[in-house]
């Protein structure tokens, strides 16, 4: 085929004289030069489309920008095909099989990936490899910054599928088609070259072969590769999981201090201020796009509020049982409501509530300016003292009646009854709204915390699924 061509350059070659005279690849590069047209397909027969075979292994993950919508990869591209131009005889040429040459000698198909949004970084090879056959063989790495639909509501469990779409820009099936240059068993299961110590993982590298057409006339071919990779989510789940997750747990322990203690309220606000301090931290780690909030984001939404209402609850408890001069009596209905059927339905027993409420049933120890109620479950021996000075007052009151000492004596020992009385009154009503205030304190204290499992429930079974998917 090519004999004749390669008599004549042989010829011409010969006569050359100088230090290039007896350079074997400098005679072969003369050959393969004379005459090549760069800007035609090589083809001899113009109805034979040129084959370009190629590959793709991924070599690191560098970026992935969520908020852009951008991944940044360095893959390793390979693409041969057949140059007929090219082809020579090795027993001509001391038998030389391969040579290289500058690329931009020769023609090179218009092979891109549609994705692209960036140039990148790339290291430029201005060589290929030929063979004596004609194949030519291109190799480079690329770093590709392409764009890229990301999903980041499973954020940080989230997998990612990203696809690079080789095709020509201009040539039609008729001119130009592309293959796989190994078999899509073999580039998925790949991964030979990555460097798996980043923040992603790669699973596979999925292949597919399409042929299209725009105006139905003229058809295009087009390989993509779906790059699928995974995020070790170890990183995040120490940093923003766990702490979350430890201080919902504080706030739960928080629920066994006493009711009637204002420590509890100050506890959960410095809980609540911990916790937000802790969210300003971590916004900047969070990925933020324009369409959409990562679940991790609303769980810590919903962690806040409910530490809110657990702070809430803590209030009303402890503005419930505060002892009040001018507190009125509680409700029948209240008692019948939360004394009697919520203590049946919360297993409560009667001697539970009054072991704790007697804690504070001595009068020394009775604050009035302190949000601690101190109230007692039996009044009798305060019930009998008074009861011996009343009698004492009416002895002294039938005796000497007429006597002006006597009266003033009768006047304070009766303001000192009311007084009593009217003392014995408010830890009456205290001891009824602390009674109410416990009761109502272990109704919500298991309500929030049947909330709280339910919630941890269910996000963590939407998260087991999806990474499972």
């Given at each position: 085929?090519?004999g004749a061509?390669?008599t ?19 005679r072969?590069?003369?050959?393969l030069s004379?005459?090549y ?21 991924v ?6 920008d969520?908020k852009?919508?951008?991944l940044?990869t360095?893959v390793w591209?390979r693409?041969?095909?057949?140059d007929?131009?090219?082809a020579?005889?090795?027993?001509e ?7 290289s040459?500058?690329t931009a ?10 994705e ?7 290291p430029e090879?201005?060589?290929v ?5 004609g194949?030519?063989r ?9 764009a890229?639909?990301l999903?980041i509501y499973?954020f940080?469990y989230d997998v990612?599928?990203?696809s ?5 820009w201009?040539?039609t099936t008729?001119d130009?088609?592309?293959t796989?240059?190994?078999t ?6 790949d991964?030979?070259?990555?460097m798996?110590?980043?923040e ?7 292949s597919?072969?399409?042929?299209f ?34 201080l919902?747990v504080?706030?739960i322990?928080g ?7 204002g ?7 410095t ?6 301090v802790f969210?300003i ?11 959409g909030?990562p679940l ?5 939404v919903?962690?806040?509020?409910l ?6 609850e803590?209030v009303?408890?402890v ?17 019948h ?5 919520a203590?049946?339905l ?7 509530v ?20 101190a109230?007692?479950?039996n009044?009798?021996s ?8 009343r009698?004492l007052?009416?002895?002294?009151s039938t ?15 009766t303001t000192?009854?009311q007084f ?21 304190d ?5 309500v ?5 499992l339910?919630y ?5 079974t939407?998260?087991s699924?999806?990474?499972n998917?």
């Open positions: 085929m090519y061509v390669v004549c350059s042989v010829k011409k070659l010969g006569n050359n004289t100088g230090r290039f005279a007896n350079a074997t690849l400098v072969l590069n003369e050959f004379a005459g047209k760069k800007g035609v397909r090589p083809v001899r027969d113009w109805r034979q489309s040129t084959t370009v075979a190629i590959d793709l292994m070599y690191a993950i560098l970026n992935v969520e852009n919508q951008v940044t360095y591209y693409q041969q095909w057949i007929e131009f090219l020579w005889d090795p027993e040429f001391d038998d030389v099989k391969q040579i040459i500058p000698n020769i023609w090179v198909p218009d092979i891109l990936i549609n692209f949004v960036d140039v990148g970084k790339s090879i201005p060589y490899y030929v063979g004596h056959t194949l030519v291109n190799y480079k790495p690329i770093q590709v910054v392409t890229c639909s999903n499973n940080p990612q599928k990203c690079l779409t080789f095709q020509s201009l040539h008729k130009i088609n592309i796989l240059m190994r899509p068993e073999e580039v998925m299961n991964k030979s070259v990555f798996n110590q980043g992603w993982e790669l699973l596979h590298v999925l597919t072969y399409k042929e057409s725009i105006d139905h006339d003229d058809y295009y071919a087009e390989m993509k590769f779906h790059v699928v990779i995974r995020r070790r989510p170890l990183f995040y789940t120490v940093n923003l999981l766990l702490p979350s997750v430890f919902m504080m706030d322990v629920f066994y201090l006493p009711p009637d203690s420590e509890r309220v100050s506890f959960k606000i809980l609540l201020l911990g916790y937000s969210l931290i971590v916004s900047d780690t969070l990925p933020a796009t324009a369409i909030t991790i984001g609303v769980y810590f919903v962690c806040m509020a530490l809110v209402i657990s702070l809430t803590s009303l408890i503005r419930l049982v505060h002892k009040q001069d001018l507190q009125s009596r509680v409700p029948q209905w209240v008692k409501l939360v004394l009697e059927k203590t049946v919360l297993c409560i027993r009667n001697k539970k009054c072991s704790i409420l007697s804690q504070g049933s001595d009068l020394p120890l009775y604050k009035e300016n302190n949000m601690n109620t109230v007692h479950c009044h009798h305060s019930k009998g003292s008074r009861e011996s000075e009698n007052g009416l002895g002294l005796r000497d009646s007429g006597s002006p000492v006597m009266d003033g004596i009768l006047r304070e020992i000192i009854r009593l009385e009217k003392k014995d009154e408010s830890r009456e009503i205290a001891k009824e709204w602390l009674q109410v205030g416990y009761v109502l272990v109704l919500l204290f298991r929030y915390l049947l909330t709280v339910a941890s429930i269910t996000l963590g939407l998260w699924v999806w990474q998917v």
